[in-house]
Nanobody, 122 residues
Framework: VQLQASGGGLVQEGDSLTLSCTLS????????AGWFRQAPGKEREFVAA????????YYADSVKGRFAISRDNGKNTHHLQMTSLKPEDTAVYYC????????????????WGQGTQVTVSS
């Protein structure tokens, strides 16, 4: 399984941005999917996750109400829609998949995308 993340960029505070992650070499419906982020000097942290069907979703408290995770199993793609972006959202964002029912920690995931930079200016 390989994951390719895209959609990062430089935006202003309050803007919106959508990240996408495309899976190849497998079928997304076989996996739970998530997003993590890592700011300079900090550990990689959980952002959002969804189970294989997309019915159940999980979010970090810091992004609840602003970010939304979604998936299109037919296109082997999952997304992270980010709104009301803040400077503290600046980080490299990673998509990931896991064969577990779901995962809230990096250790739960076994496939990772390469990361896409999101920078929010104030």
């Amino acid at each position: 399984v390989q994951l390719q993340a895209s959609g990062g960029g430089l935006v202003q505070e309050g803007d919106s941005l959508t990240l996408s992650c495309t899976l190849s070499g497998g079928t997304l419906s076989s996996y739970a999917a998530g997003w993590f982020r890592q700011a300079p000097g900090k550990e990689r942290e959980f952002v959002a996750a969804t189970i294989w069907s997309g019915v159940r979703k999980y979010y970090a408290d810091s992004v609840k109400g602003r970010f939304a995770i979604s998936r299109d199993n037919g296109k082997n793609t999952h997304h992270l829609q980010m709104t009301s972006l803040k400077p503290e959202d600046t980080a490299v964002y990673y998509c990931a998949t896991t064969s577990h029912p779901y995962g809230l920690g990096p250790q739960d995931y076994n496939s990772w995308g390469q990361g896409t930079q999101v920078t929010v200016s104030s």
